[in-house]
């Protein structure tokens, strides 16, 4: 029972050092397709579309790289693949509420449509979120400062 054991051990190790390397080699593969200059921030996220986003058994749709370019977020999720655009002068971001004790945040494009992703590690304990907050924080930085207009100004006394 116990020789059962070891090698039930022995093959969870292996299986995580197998998913770990094949996740590192997917990011390269993709850092290395990307085609725009300037990319100012890159990491491996997990993206879920608002029909899986709570609703489902599986936690997300698509393993890809998010980059940042300027006020620009992209998304791909295979190096053929073209990269969606997130214009951040026209789309809405937020952090969501956390779902199976992961940190996710929204994308929201013009015509309403939801974008949900996250990215985490997963710890002997506990799941990683923090480069989710990362990213989040780094991207509503980039985000246009909504212009005000001074008040008028009051009426003259008479």
């Known amino acids: 029972m116990l020789t059962g054991a070891l090698f039930g051990a022995i093959g969870a190790v292996i299986g995580i050092i197998i998913v770990?390397?094949?996740?590192?080699?997917?990011?390269?593969?993709?850092?290395?397709?990307?085609?725009?200059?300037g990319v100012e921030y890159s990491a491996l996220f997990y993206?879920?579309?608002?029909?899986?986003?709570?609703k489902s058994l599986k936690?997300?749709?698509?393993?890809?790289?998010?980059?940042?370019?300027?006020r620009t977020v992209y998304y791909k999720s295979k190096t053929s693949a073209t990269p969606w655009v997130f214009n951040l002068s026209e789309c809405r971001v937020q952090q969501e509420a956390d779902w199976r004790k992961l940190k996710w945040f929204s994308i929201t494009a013009p015509n309403g449509q939801k974008y949900y992703f996250d990215?985490?590690?997963?710890?002997?304990?506990?799941?990683?979120?923090?480069?989710?907050?990362?990213a989040l924080s780094l991207i509503q930085s980039k985000m246009p400062v909504p212009v005000s207009t001074p008040p008028p100004p009051p009426p003259p006394k008479i």
């Not at 770990?20 to 200059?37: D, V």
């Not at 993206?47 to 709570?54: I, K, L, T």
């Not at 936690?59 to 300027?70: A, K, P």
Request: zero cysteines; proline letters at 4%.
């Open 20 to 37: 770990l390397i094949a996740r590192s080699q997917k990011f390269n593969s993709l850092k290395a397709s990307l085609k725009e200059p």
């Open 59 to 70: 936690v997300y749709d698509s393993v890809g790289i998010l980059y940042l370019v300027g």
């Open 119 to 134: 990215s985490y590690k997963m710890g002997a304990f506990s799941n990683d979120s923090s480069e989710t907050l990362r």
């Open 47 to 54: 993206y879920a579309s608002p029909e899986r986003y709570q």
